[in-house]
């Protein structure tokens, strides 16, 4: 069966560091991958999507980006982060073509 | 663009069906209705999704309106673990995964 992990589960991180999060899936090859963040209070919304190594697409402008070095890794980065980025940031896969998607526990991100 | 509009909270009582409605009057042909819900501090749970006919699986059941304006999920049996934001989102057969989250709808089931 396939299983996504996504990690840290929290981090506490200064205004200007860098970021970097984690996120793996198993148990399928080829995946279509995203990156989602949640603020406070408010909706899930879509960063990046992925339907191949080093096929990203960035559906907001911001302060991140994101990579794919292996077919089933997704790297979510930030060389300095800023306050705004704080949030419950999800990792997500899909099969290829038309299907449901499945979520990671999630990262949450405080920005002090 | 909001595609779908749904109420902002709901009570539902424990072993009672609880009974989501969701607007999509703008939905075309090739867009599908999604449900996902998400407990707090989770990430998102795929519950069910279709398109043109009624849909059942072992978490919840989906009434599509023959229209398709609008949508029901309904859990037949609600217990305190079903409380939880529940998204209806409509996508169109060649998005992949690609889900527009709304606002959705806060279900607090009371015993």
């Known amino acids: 069966s396939q299983t996504i992990h996504q990690w840290p589960a929290t981090l506490v991180q200064p205004v200007g560091s860098p970021l970097s999060l984690e996120c793996t899936v198993e148990?399928?090859?080829?995946?279509?991958l995203y990156w989602y963040r949640q603020a406070a209070g408010r909706g899930l919304q879509l960063l990046f999507y992925s339907i191949g190594i080093d096929q990203i697409s960035s559906e907001v402008p911001q302060n991140l980006s994101a990579s794919r070095p292996q077919d089933r890794q997704f790297i979510l980065s930030s060389k300095k982060l800023l306050l705004s980025d704080s949030g419950f940031y999800l990792c997500?896969?899909?099969?290829?073509?038309?299907?449901?998607?499945?979520f990671g526990q999630g990262t949450r991100l405080t920005v002090v | 663009d909001a595609k779908t509009t749904q109420p902002p909270s709901m009570d539902c009582a424990e072993g009672r069906a609880a009974n989501l409605p969701c607007n999509h009057s703008?939905?075309?042909?090739?867009?599908?209705v999604y449900w996902y819900r998400q407990i707090h501090s989770q990430g998102p749970q795929y519950i069910i999704h279709?398109?043109?006919n009624n849909e059942t699986n072992e978490m919840a059941s989906l009434i599509i309106t023959e229209d398709r304006k609008s949508s029901t999920l309904i859990l037949p049996h609600a217990t305190l673990r079903d409380t939880a934001v529940y998204y209806c989102?409509?996508?169109?057969?060649?998005?992949?995964?690609?889900?527009?989250f709304g606002a959705g709808t806060q279900v607090v089931v009371t015993p």
């Open positions: 989102i409509v996508r169109p057969t060649d998005s992949w995964g690609k889900l527009q």
């Open positions: 703008t939905i075309s042909g090739n867009e599908y």
């Open positions: 148990g399928t090859s080829n995946p279509n």
């Open positions: 279709g398109l043109k």
């Open positions: 997500a896969w899909s099969e290829q073509g038309v299907s449901e998607a499945f």
